[in-house]
């Protein structure tokens, strides 16, 4: 079993075992991404990844490791790394798990809560504000802090400051 990740710079040749998630598409970029896994034992080894890195994070709930590139959206097996499924990234730009253990995803305009059984079902949580360019930050408990910008809001030129509460899955603004 995974007990955690790590996103590292390219390996030395033989550094690591090595395993590539490549997915057979004309749209790929030439970018790639390298994650050390490392198991229960301490054993480690590197998965590599089309795309530049976004996101890479870890659900004991569902035992499911995502890992967002600029290219695909990566479903993984926690037990054993086998790769689940997969979703082309043509919006996706920030991805947490809760304290929970639920999958949380945004693109530039909405929030969504993903559902474990498949990274195609997803669920958009409501907004008090019209979004655009959202980002994720810390846990603070139970909430996340995000920070957007305001869609036609011509009077307020800042960002707007936002928490998700994950056990209503809530949107407040802070």
Known sequence: MITGVD??????????IERIFDISSLWNSSLWTWIKFINEDLTEWCGEFRGVMKAAVI??????????TS???YKLSL?????????????????????????????????????ASSITDKKELPSPVKMDNIKFHNWNHNK????????????????????LDCETMELYLK
């Open 7 to 16: 996103i590292i710079s390219q390996p030395y040749s033989g550094q690591y």
């Open 59 to 68: 659900s004991l709930k569902y035992n499911l490791i995502l890992i967002l």
């Open 71 to 73: 290219d695909y959206l």
């Open 79 to 115: 037990i054993n790394g086998e790769l689940l499924e997969y979703e082309e990234n043509q919006q996706y730009n920030s991805l947490t798990v809760t304290p929970l253990g639920d999958f949380i995803i945004a693109n530039y305009y909405s929030i969504f809560l993903m559902e």
């Open 144 to 163: 996340l802090q995000i920070t957007c910008d305001e869609l036609l809001n011509w009077n307020y030129h800042g960002e707007v400051v936002l928490e």
